[in-house]
């Protein structure tokens, strides 16, 4: 199969060129001027691409390994959900109500975040268990201790965003960027919760 044809106005036709050419497109009433930044280079059927189109980097994703950070991901984000939520119920003393309505807030947005993952799970053909990862109950429920569990929660979720990263960097730009955004909320909540400590720690 010959090249493809790159129509002009004369019904003449252009052949390939490389970077940095210049080519004229010579019609009736405008002369058309081109600058190739690219190269056009001929696939083997004979068809023209350019030769910065980026390869398919998909298949080199360990698709089930991504699938089972994912569905850990998700099993960890509804364990947060449970967590928050039974933090709020404990909370007590002349701060509670701000803390009752931070906590609440990190529940509602651990659900939204299971939510996420799961839909990138299902999306590259996994399947999304229905357990929640295990929670260690303390006790302890003074809100120094609260928040004290809720930055070691934060910086676990952490570690298994950046093991999805590492998993998937250079890979996927969907993925990739999933990632970091997660990270970026994970740090952000980390410092959050670092500064509201502050105030509570032990005298």
Do not use: W
Not at 46 to 67: A, F, W
Request: with cysteine; charged share 25%; proline share 5%.
């Amino acid at each position: 199969m010959s090249p493809l044809p790159i129509g002009r106005p004369d019904n003449r036709q252009l052949r390939p060129r490389k970077a940095s050419q210049n080519v004229y497109f010579f019609g009736p009433r405008s002369i058309l001027f081109v600058e190739f930044v690219l190269v056009l280079m001929a696939n083997e059927d004979g068809c023209l691409r350019c030769s910065h189109q980026p390869e398919d980097k998909m298949k080199n994703i360990n698709t089930d390994k991504v699938c089972e950070l994912l569905n850990r991901v998700m099993e960890y984000e509804l364990a947060g959900v449970v967590r928050y939520t039974h933090y709020s119920l404990m909370v007590s003393g002349p701060y509670r109500l701000p803390i009752v309505d931070f906590m609440k807030a990190q529940a509602n947005e651990s659900l939204v975040h299971a939510q996420q993952a799961g839909e990138v799970l299902t999306g590259l053909g996994g399947h999304p268990n229905q357990g929640i990862a295990a929670i260690e109950e303390t006790n302890r429920h003074d809100i120094y201790s609260l928040l004290s569990e809720s930055l070691a929660h934060e910086k676990t979720a952490l570690e298994l965003y950046n093991d999805l990263l590492a998993a998937v960097e250079g890979r996927s730009v969907y993925l990739e960027e999933y990632a970091r955004q997660m990270i970026g909320q994970e740090e952000m909540h980390t410092l959050e919760l670092a500064k509201m400590l502050r105030d509570f720690e032990p005298k």
